[in-house]
């Protein structure tokens, strides 16, 4: 009992942690978004904006994540300066993240003593990410983003026909096998400042190392929810941000979690991967395409 006890205080107290961090994140986004609203888009774009925040968090949710397909929208659309797609993705998903965390840390059981350090290393990493993006030229960030982009696709495509290993059943790590997953969380932290999303590396990663795949999301869930608004923020500051597709993002994330937590049983999530596949290895090809025009 008094392990029980001990394990719902710890819970109760990051869920506190999480729902604060998500009403001053929503308080800085909107004073920022008010403050520059004089920078206008037409009512289709607007639109467009709300509709792609609801589809790219609803897949995020499922566990396919949202950073692929969001960078994929706005490739396609052309609705964000590529420069601005980083901070842009971490501001706009900060609040619809934090809402899965909640969800995730509540039904998921991970020990702690895994959780928190891995969560840890994850937001030291992305607010080391954030200085770096900021210096590095357009073109790079485009390159940077492509190949993750393929790379993400390819490791989607491992897990889908059998080449990755599929875990075990562990709920926590110890000793090496700790340090690998903090290594590589950290890793995966400034990733998130590049646009590129922690939850297919953060699943191979938790497999390779014989947890349960399940036990991914509550680890990939609260480090996005904790870094994703550290980096976002920061991005919003420095102005690095689209701030309509921020507030599409995050207006329309929250509605496209709280569908995907009431559609999640009856939906093929292998169809979606499938798809989302497909489309993110277009994606990457045609900003691999892009970025060399930018060279010529």
């Known amino acids: 009992m008094a392990v029980k006890e001990t394990r719902d205080m710890i819970l109760r107290i990051i869920q506190i942690i999480l729902v604060a961090y998500a009403v001053i994140a929503g308080v800085i986004i909107v004073k920022d978004y008010m403050k520059n609203k004089e920078q206008g888009v ?10 792609i925040g609801l589809v790219v968090n609803f897949f995020d949710a ?5 950073f692929a397909t969001t960078v994929t929208a706005y490739g396609l659309f052309r609705l964000v300066e590529d420069k601005k797609i980083p901070g842009t993705l971490n501001a706009g998903v900060a609040i619809p993240v934090i809402f899965e965390a909640l969800l995730f840390t509540s039904s998921v059981e991970v020990e702690f003593t895994t959780l928190i350090p891995v969560v840890i290393c994850g937001v030291i990493g992305a607010a080391i990410g954030n200085r770096i993006v900021s210096k590095i030229s357009e073109k790079t960030v485009t390159i940077v983003m492509a190949a993750a982009l393929l790379t993400a696709a390819l490791l989607m495509f491992g897990g889908k026909v059998g080449f990755l290993p599929s875990g075990g059943d562990a709920i926590g790590l110890t000793g090496i096998k700790l340090v690998i997953a903090c290594v590589g969380n950290f890793i995966f932290g400034v990733a998130l400042c590049f646009g590129v999303g922690n939850f297919t590396p953060c699943m191979c990663m ?25 980096t976002g923020l920061m991005s919003l500051k420095q102005g690095l941000v689209d701030r ?39 994606t990457s090809f045609t900003m691999f395409k892009r970025a060399m025009k930018k060279v010529s």
């Open 42 to 51: 037409s009512r289709g774009e607007t639109f467009l904006h709300y509709v």
């Open 62 to 66: 499922l566990g396919i994540g949202s």
């Open 206 to 230: 938790v497999y390779m190392l014989g947890m349960s795949p399940l036990v991914s999301f509550p680890i990939m869930m609260c480090t996005g929810a904790v870094s994703t608004p550290t």
């Open 244 to 282: 309509h597709a921020v507030l599409g993002l995050t207006v329309g994330g929250i509605f496209g979690v709280a569908v995907a937590v009431y559609l999640v049983k009856s939906m093929s999530i292998s169809t979606l991967q499938w798809l989302v596949i497909a489309v993110v290895v277009y």
